[in-house]
């Protein structure tokens, strides 16, 4: 992209930035706010922190949300990105296909949230954390498709079968010459899938049993609605971001700032 | 590769996640809104009656009830919802026969919460906490409310300075209530004036809030909300210049209740757990903590005087609840209702 | 490859999808067809007049609300995401996956909570306004929170890091000799940018905005708490039907609608994207 100015790409990016940011340290600050309130500032305190480290209902359900999270990004980034390969393969593109390809992303997810929930409960399936992942799995699935479908459109196929006409087998181009090519849109689609699930409310709402054990961050903070947003939801918040950026400077120390597949 | 990179996770945290999701069943599924009940209740509970149960929450009557519907009941035993929808689990079929028997702490209750009009004798649900539903100011902002239209169609000052609650029965009641009708009304051309009033009242209208409206008043964002008594306690905690009002034309009694459902496997934890909260001593330990009016006289009778002065709504009497009418599930009508909600919010 | 082996690549999603969303949706869309029962249940008789209330001006105004307010909040974040997802793959390489992450991070945090600060940023008594005193602004701001712009604003931002990640997916492997070509054949940089750029990531375009607007249009968080619940927006209604009402029938109805319509649109994204891969070798 040497084309582009460098001084206007930087404006760009500082403004976006900016519109991103700008709520998050609101909620950073009001972590650090001694009163709680978001009207009043009196002064910077951590005691926030202290109270969020005693609340185990808040850490429980944050580390459900993070099991769901993980788990359903993992199955869904699989199975989306075969999904893609395979639909993009295909020469005849059919539109039953195509229908059922998007409808996670269409259907109202109080739609599909109910729609589990009366299957589950049809087969009296035991419901808990398993139900919220499988649920998940299938708008994740639909999410990660899309983006790696869009990096598919422009992908040139000529390299597939030089590759096999020189001898390799389908699993083999496509672990060496197909999928080094489509790991960014693998990464990005992750990570949308990832933030999907950790944001999700309703369908983990009616699809997670009745019981305590299976409560997400986004449920607890829901039910807790009643008196806005408390302080400690705010640390916990803050500590999520600081912990993820935490996270990518180690795999970026690891992995010497090499984009995967480079 | 990528895809190993992920392998072990994966198996790892599915490991947890089914781990996580058989875990022991507990002995007790209680769902409750959040802070309705006093801090220390089910553990109290748990350490006098040697049960293990165990409270979740719900933000809405409409989402537990939805929850409820799709799975017939099944996995919560002792739900906390307000008595239309309790009305509505009990023509479902979700809500147990209450037997009598079990439950000797209902002799606590007031008469008049034995023979309330959703549930004439308790035959599938108790009630838990009851009020009003009026309208909470600023008195050093604003004056004193006379009428609901005063909500409606507020002074110049005070227009965008107002809140009305968002649930669609509330909503609908405080149009119903200035036109001097049913809370359950269901005359057509009655509801269509209904409609139009409340359409009107967006114009002047800050916003819709039944959850964060009293913090509004607390910051001087809005003047006047309208809101339920024990809701209108939290913000005169806060700032003893708010005060609680039913206007003239009257307010509904509503109504919050415990059901057990009849789909429940643990129906004599249950049962005890119901028995529990009437006790004269606990009930009153709830009103305590939650500020708002319970049905229990025994608990009542009991209450701490300076919580009345500070908060006069909790001094009501029965009697003087009675004279208002009950929100009831409406039937047919209820298509009818929501499409004015919709009607109204869809209203530019 | 033979048209097999695509089916074996396929099939495991496509399984999980029958079984966890075909077979459900279909059972529960099913209702559409039946009366909602006195107190809430199902009547099981036969009956199109669900169907029929969907067309009724007062749900067809909502539709059109709803498209509206989606349609433009897609836009817009579709403007700021492929500019930022542009600056990002034109930084150098080393540097995209921290810049990635950036963006998407904001989104960790939770959306109730990203609300709420919004909330705190505009209402009357809020920290815009406290910052519009401090500078010495005497009289009443404008409404700025419970307003529809609000509730746009919070869509655009909610979504926005989506669109950047769907749009820098065909922007990180534009093979940047093409756009040298151009530039040597004195295309200037905007000639470059409309001609070459940009018809090659159309399908990161067409996926971003499809997203959002797709999110927007369900949505109904945003309207309740920006919008202050005065905007009855389709996730609302359709919320409304399957647990306020309690009428799954017209909810179902409701949702067959949506549906049918968003088809309609997604055939026409995936006709932009493949003009979008198909239009760069008609064009060179």
């Keep these: ?262 | 590769m990528i895809r190993q990179k992920f392998i072990t996770p994966a198996l790892l945290t599915t490991g947890l996640a089914l781990g996580a999701g058989t875990a022991m069943a507990e002995d007790l599924v209680v769902s409750n809104w959040d802070g309705y009940m006093a801090p220390d209740a089910i553990d109290a509970f748990n350490q006098e009656t040697g049960h293990d149960a165990e409270l979740v929450l719900h933000a809405t009557n409409e989402e537990i009830m939805g929850k409820l519907i799709a799975s017939k009941g099944k996995g919560y035993d002792v739900v906390f919802v307000s008595s239309p929808f309790a009305e509505v689990l009990h023509n479902l079929g979700l809500a147990e026969e209450l037997d009598h028997s079990r439950l000797p702490n209902l002799d606590n209750l007031y008469d008049a919460a034995t023979q309330l009009e959703h549930d004439t004798g308790n035959q599938f649900s108790v009630p838990y906490a009851w009020g009003t539903t009026g309208l909470c100011y600023r008195s050093d902002l604003t004056d004193a409310p006379q009428s609901w239209m005063a909500l409606l169609q507020p002074s110049d000052e005070l227009a965008g300075k107002t809140t009305m609650l968002a649930t669609d029965r509330w909503l609908l009641a405080a149009g119903q209530l200035a036109k001097g009708y049913s809370v359950n009304e269901t005359d057509p051309e009655k509801m269509a004036e209904v409609r139009d009033l409340l359409i009107e009242a967006k114009d002047t209208l800050l916003a819709y809030d039944d959850t964060t409206f009293y913090a509004k008043l607390v910051s001087g964002e809005a003047e006047m909300v309208h809101a339920w008594d024990g809701w209108c306690n939290y913000g005169i905690a806060e700032n003893s210049d708010i005060k609680y009002v039913i206007p003239e034309e009257g307010s509904d009694l509503w109504v919050d209740t415990m059901v057990i459902l009849k789909a429940s496997e643990n129906k004599d934890a249950a049962y005890d757990f119901v028995n529990y909260i009437l006790g004269a001593e606990t009930h009153r330990w709830a009103a305590e903590n939650i500020l708002y009016k319970v049905p229990n006289k025994a608990a009542m009778d009991g209450l701490d005087p300076s919580l009345i002065e500070t908060f006069p709504n909790m001094g009501l009497s029965p009697d003087e609840m009675m004279q208002y009418e009950q929100l009831r599930d409406v039937g047919e009508a209820q298509r009818a209702y929501s499409r004015t909600v919709s009607e109204i919010k869809a209203a530019d | 490859m033979n048209d097999r082996k695509p089916l074996y690549l396929m099939s495991p999603a496509l399984m999980w999808l029958s079984a966890f969303m075909v077979v459900p949706c279909v059972l529960i869309l099913a209702l559409a067809f039946f009366r909602r029962g006195l107190y809430g249940g199902i009547e099981y008789t036969l009956t199109l007049e669900n169907l029929a209330l969907v067309v009724d001006p007062l749900y067809a105004s909502i539709f059109l609300k709803s498209a509206w307010i989606a349609g433009l909040s897609a836009l817009i974040a579709v403007v700021i995401g492929y500019a930022a997802a542009y600056a990002i793959s034109a930084m150098p390489r080393k540097h995209q996956p921290k810049l990635l992450f950036l963006a998407v991070l904001p989104f960790w945090s939770n959306y109730l909570v990203r609300t709420y600060a919004w909330i705190v940023l505009l209402n009357r008594e809020g920290l815009i306004t406290a910052l519009a005193r401090w500078f010495g602004f005497e009289g009443e701001l404008p409404k700025m929170l419970y307003t529809e712009p609000a509730v746009v604003v919070g869509l655009v931002y909610n979504y926005l890091p989506f669109v950047i990640l769907a749009c820098y997916a065909p922007l990180s492997r534009l093979n940047p000799e093409i756009e040298e070509a151009s530039r040597d054949l004195g295309g200037s940089g905007w000639t470059t940018f409309r001609r070459v750029t940009l018809p090659m990531t159309v399908p990161g375009i067409a996926t971003g905005f499809v997203f959002v607007f797709v999110l927007s249009i369900g949505n109904f968080v945003t309207p309740a708490l920006l919008g202050g619940g005065q905007f009855q927006m389709i996730g609302n209604l359709i919320y409304a039907q399957f647990l306020t009402a309690n009428d799954w029938p017209f909810g179902a109805a409701l949702s067959m609608v949506l549906i049918a319509i968003m088809m309609m649109l997604l055939t026409a994204q995936t006709f932009a994207a493949e003009r979008g891969s198909g239009g760069r070798t008609e064009e060179s």
């Design chain 1, 1 to 262: 992209m040497k084309s582009a100015p460098l001084p206007l790409m930087l404006l760009i990016l500082g403004l976006t930035f900016a519109f991103l940011y700008v709520p998050i340290s609101v909620l950073v600050a009001l972590s650090f706010n001694e009163s709680g309130l978001p009207t009043a500032w009196t002064g910077f305190s951590v005691k926030w922190y202290g109270e969020l480290a005693r609340n185990g209902d808040i850490l429980k359900a944050a580390g459900n949300t993070l099991i769901v999270a993980l788990a359903s990004t993992v199955v869904a980034t699989t199975l989306g990105t075969l999904l893609a390969v395979g639909v993009e393969i295909r020469r005849r593109k059919g539109r039953f296909l195509e229908t059922i390809i998007f409808a996670p992303m269409i259907i109202p997810d109080i739609v599909l949230a109910i729609a589990l929930l009366s299957f589950f409960s049809l087969l009296n399936v035991t419901m808990g954390l398993h139900t919220i992942i499988v649920s998940h799995v299938v708008f994740n699935l639909a999410f990660v498709c899309a983006v790696v479908r869009a990096r598919l459109k422009t992908f040139d196929w000529s390299v597939v079968e030089a590759s096999q006409d020189l001898g390799a087998s389908t699993l083999t181009t496509l672990r060496r010459v197909v999928l080094p090519v489509l790991s960014p849109a693998v990464v990005a689609g992750a990570l949308l899938a990832f933030t999907l699930s950790v944001d999700e409310f309703i369908i983990a709402f009616f699809t997670a049993g009745a019981g305590r054990d299976s409560i997400t961050l986004p449920m607890q903070i829901f039910a807790m609605i009643r008196f806005g947003v408390t302080p400690e939801i705010n640390a916990l918040s803050t500590i999520v971001m600081g912990l993820s950026v935490l996270m990518l400077t180690l795999s970026q120390r690891l992995n010497r700032g090499r984009l995967p597949g480079q």
